[in-house]
């Protein structure tokens, strides 16, 4: 099974996380921490940067490493780094996402998150604060 590299920013605003609706592809309407692939001589910092200035038109500053997720889906194996990040200026625009919602840890499970993006809800609420 083909493993795909990926990194995810779990980005933070006043106790909140920002959730994004997946706009395109196989997986599209679900819910998901934005970010994408790892491309050749990128380090996972640095791949979650530009990933976000894609998808979001944005910039971030990545504060800390929380959690790496495995997780097989039916045609491929997914890896995952995810990140703490924060805006550095406080505006974005969704260039691939149907929606935004920013979710504090009592409602971080109003939405149908993804089946690796729930690995790293689990650990959200694990480490018990944003």
Request: aromatic share 8%; proline share 4%.
């Amino acid at each position: 099974m083909k493993t795909i590299d990926v990194v995810a920013a779990i980005i933070v605003k006043d106790s909140e996380i920002l959730a994004t609706q997946r706009g395109y592809g196989e997986f599209e309407g679900g819910w998901e921490f934005p970010g994408g692939k790892v491309e050749e001589g990128e380090t996972p910092e640095q791949a979650i940067v530009r990933e976000i200035h894609e998808e979001l038109n944005a910039k971030i500053a990545v504060k800390d490493f929380l959690v790496q997720v495995e997780h097989d889906y039916p045609t491929f194996h997914l890896s995952m780094k995810c990140f703490i990040c924060t805006l550095t200026d406080p505006t974005f625009q969704l260039l691939e996402h149907h929606a935004a919602k920013w979710l504090d840890l009592q409602h971080i499970d109003s939405v149908d998150w993804l089946p690796a993006d729930i690995k790293v809800v689990n650990a959200i609420k694990e480490r018990g604060e944003l």
